[in-house]
C-alpha cells in the first residue's frame, strides 16, 4: 500500500494493541500499513477483517470462549466439515460459518459446541439445557421465587394455573440457558396448543406440589436477577401468555414437538 501523503510503500507490521471491547480490557495483535516518514497507520480491506476477527478471537479467549481457530481445529479433529457440526449442535450451518469467521457465540452456544466437540453432547442436554436431568425441587424453587417477584401464588393445581406457570418456567429455563449456558431446573418443553408447555407438566403437578425445595440447589444471583427481570416484563398472566405465542420457536413448532434449548438464541419477547 502506498501512503496518501506520497511517502512511497508502506511497511506491513504486527503491532501490539489493548483495547477495551464489550466491557474488557483485551489485549491483541493486529496487523496495519504504517508509513515509515509520518507514521501514518492504514489497512486494506483484507487487512481490516483479519483485525476484527483477532479482537474477537482475543476477546474471547479473555472471557473464556472458544476461539474460531479453536472451533475449527476441534471439528477437522473429529473429521467433519461445518455441515457436520451444525447438524451436531442443533443450529444453521450459517451459524457456524459466522463463529469460525469471527463472530463471537453466545456462552450457551459455546458450552453446548465445547459438549460436541469433545463428544459429550447428548440430547439429554439439548432437551434439558445442560442439566441431565429435571429437578422437581427446583421447579417449585422457581415458581416459589416467581410468586414473591409477582406477588401471588403461581404452584395451583387449576386448569389455569397450570397454563401460565409453564410458561414462566420456560422463560427463566431458556434465558438462564441463553445467558448462563445452563437452565435453572432441568425442565423439557414442548410446544402445545396453549404455548409453551413443560413436558407432562399435568401429570408432575402433584409431585412438583409434593416436593421439598429445601433439598433443591440454591438459586443463584444470576438466576434470581432473570426470574426478576421475567417477572417485571410479564406481570401479569395474559401478558406472558400473549409472549409466548409471539415467538417463532413456538409458532413453527408442530403440536407436541420439542422445544429445543438450542432454540433460546432465537426468542424476541425477552
Known sequence: MDCPNNHGKMELKRLVKEVTFRGRLVKYRPEHFVCHSCGLVADDWKLAANNQKALSDAYRRTVGL???????????????NQEQLAKAASVGIASIKRWEGGLIQTKSMD?????????????????TGNRGGISLQRIKLVLGEFGKALG?????????GVLYAGKYLFYADMIAFRELGQSVTGASYAAMPHGPQLDNYRELVESIQAADESEAEPLTEQEKRI??????????DQSIYRAVHKEEVFKNKKPGEHILYTDAERLLEM
Request: aromatic letters at 6%; proline letters at 2%.
Open 66 to 80: 472458544l476461539s474460531s481457530e479453536e472451533i475449527v481445529e476441534g471439528r477437522k479433529k473429529l473429521g467433519w
Open 111 to 127: 458450552a453446548i459446541l465445547r459438549r460436541v466437540l469433545t463428544g459429550k453432547e447428548t440430547l439429554k442436554d439439548i432437551y
Open 152 to 160: 401471588k401464588k403461581i404452584l395451583r393445581s387449576s386448569d389455569k
Open 227 to 236: 426470574i426478576r427481570r421475567i417477572a417485571k416484563t410479564f406481570p401479569n
